[in-house]
């Protein structure tokens, strides 16, 4: 596998599930981000994990809980979620050090929530 | 607070004709600035970016950007499209430590044959 890796690419869950995103990246970058793309609505950051700290959380509910066990995976684990929690999520990594480095996206999961 | 505005929701063009995808931002300093392309079912892809020196910026598949400052803006320009081209294009501008992007809220590009 090369580059950045998301599974599953879809998921259907009801609002007391539990579930879990993966996000898995083969470029040895040390920056990972989740991004929430909602149909009519600019991408939205999530969360930003720097060598696998947490550095940026841009007011998201509680019920999307990271995780960052190293610096090639992340997880978005997921409880008790809305239907407007449906959208597409975007994982993305980057190097470290130097100015604004480019991100590399993965497909994304598609999230329905019923 | 920086924002990034893509005035065009929708575009349509034909095969082969030029292309011109607007976008103005709003910050105070010197931005760093992006455009990304989506094709449906993946994820986002760089195509060119800004950083600083020459306002153009030539990119991956014929894609050139040009920074204008006292416009605060940072279109996107192809002078030939191609029916592959038809996806999601994002600009976006780097801001604050550490990477963060903000980007606009996308224009979807359809390529008549």
């Known amino acids: 596998e090369t580059g950045v890796t998301q599974t599953p690419r879809h998921l259907v869950m009801g609002m007391t599930n539990k579930k879990s995103l993966k996000c898995e990246q083969h470029?040895?970058?040390?920056?990972m981000y989740w991004y929430k793309q909602s149909a009519k609505k600019p991408l939205e950051l999530m969360f930003v994990?720097?060598?696998?700290?947490?550095?940026e959380n841009n007011s998201v509910p509680s019920r999307f809980s990271p995780e960052c066990p190293n610096s090639s995976h992340l997880f978005l684990h997921l409880h008790t979620l809305q239907p407007e929690d449906s959208a597409l999520y975007l994982c993305?990594?980057?190097?470290?050090?130097?100015?604004?480095?480019?991100?590399?996206f993965g497909p994304g999961t598609r999230l329905t929530v019923l | 607070a920086q924002s990034v505005t893509q005035p065009d929701i929708h575009i349509t063009v034909s095969e082969g004709a030029s292309l011109e995808l607007r976008c103005n931002y709003s910050?105070?300093?010197?931005?760093?600035l992006f455009w990304y392309v989506q094709s449906p079912g993946q994820g986002l892809q760089l195509l060119l970016k800004?950083?600083?020196?020459?306002?153009l910026v030539q990119g991956i598949k014929g894609f050139e950007a040009e920074f204008k400052r006292s416009q605060s803006s940072f279109n996107l320009r192809k002078p030939s499209v191609h029916w592959s081209d038809a996806a999601e294009y994002f600009c976006?501008?780097?801001?604050?430590?550490?990477?963060?992007?903000?980007f606009g809220g996308g224009t979807r590009l359809m390529v008549k044959p």
């Open positions: 470029l040895g970058h040390n920056a």
């Open positions: 976006a501008v780097g801001v604050g430590a550490g990477n963060m992007l903000t």
């Open positions: 910050y105070g300093a010197t931005p760093y």
């Open positions: 800004y950083f600083s020196g020459d306002t």
């Open positions: 994990y720097s060598l696998e700290e947490r550095v």
């Open positions: 993305a990594s980057s190097p470290l050090g130097g100015l604004y480095n480019e991100q590399f």
